[in-house]
């Protein structure tokens, strides 16, 4: 069964250094999306991604976020400048195109640890 | 604006016993809703889906949830429990136009006791 992957599964990395968390979503999918979710609380969406373009993001993705579809199988979230605040599990997921089917499928996650 | 509520941060049955996870949502458009579950240590795998077909949704695991427009609920049951359910349960609720991003609950923990 295809499935949404992720690497790495866990992240550690200084505060102030650029980290990139990197995605295959499934192949016939086209509409790609970020979400974290920091230890104990709910899972928060940050971006969705169709046809090389941001299509909706949250207040969470700011400047210091970006995402990327490099080639034609991955998809990456750039976090510029970490902060300690930005430990969390960051959320690959993947969905059709037609409008009628909304179900996203989820990655296992990267853990990422700022020190 | 949506928002999801999931009364019951952590529910604890026995093996065997029904199983019911409360969820409720507010949306200003007609609501498209998900429960996830999340195995420790893993990611988040879809159980069902209530896409405005028919309010009574079969998903894996012998789960299902019912659509209620006057309640605003989509609560998830199981007639049985097993060991193996024991896990984190996400309500999760999209359908505004245009947009796709999913706006989830805080979870309701579920231990399953022998």
């Known amino acids: 069964e295809p499935e949404v992957t992720q690497t790495p599964s866990h992240q550690v990395t200084q505060m102030g250094q650029e980290v990139i968390l990197r995605c295959v979503p499934i192949?016939?999918?086209?509409?790609f999306y970020w979400y974290r979710q920091i230890l104990g609380q709910k899972v928060e969406f940050l971006v969705s991604?169709?046809?090389?373009?941001?299509?909706?993001k949250s207040e969470i993705f700011d400047d210091q976020f970006s995402v990327e579809r490099p080639d034609g199988s991955n998809f990456t979230l750039k976090i510029r400048s970490t902060k300690l605040e930005d430990s969390a599990m960051y959320f690959c997921?993947?969905?059709?195109?037609?409008?009628?089917?909304?179900?996203?499928?989820f990655g296992p996650g990267t853990r990422l640890t700022v020190t | 604006a949506q928002s999801v509520t999931q009364l019951g941060s952590h529910v604890s049955v026995s093996e065997g016993a029904l199983v019911l996870l409360r969820c409720n949502y507010s949306?200003?458009?007609?609501?498209?809703l998900f429960w996830y579950v999340q195995y420790p240590n893993q990611g988040l795998q879809l159980l069902l889906k209530?896409?405005?077909?028919?309010?009574l949704v079969k998903g894996i695991n012998g789960f299902e949830a019912e659509f209620k427009k006057s309640e605003t609920s989509f609560h998830l049951t199981k007639p049985s429990a097993h060991m193996s359910d024991a896990a984190e349960y996400f309500c999760?609720?999209?359908?505004?136009?245009?947009?796709?991003?999913?706006?989830f609950g805080s979870g309701t923990r579920l231990q399953v006791q022998p």
């Open positions: 997921a993947s969905s059709e195109a037609p409008r009628s089917s909304y179900e996203q499928y």
């Open positions: 192949s016939n999918h086209l509409y």
């Open positions: 991604f169709y046809n090389n373009e941001i299509s909706e």
């Open positions: 949306s200003s458009v007609p609501p498209y």
């Open positions: 209530y896409t405005s077909a028919a309010t």
């Open positions: 999760a609720v999209t359908g505004d136009t245009g947009r796709r991003a999913l706006t």
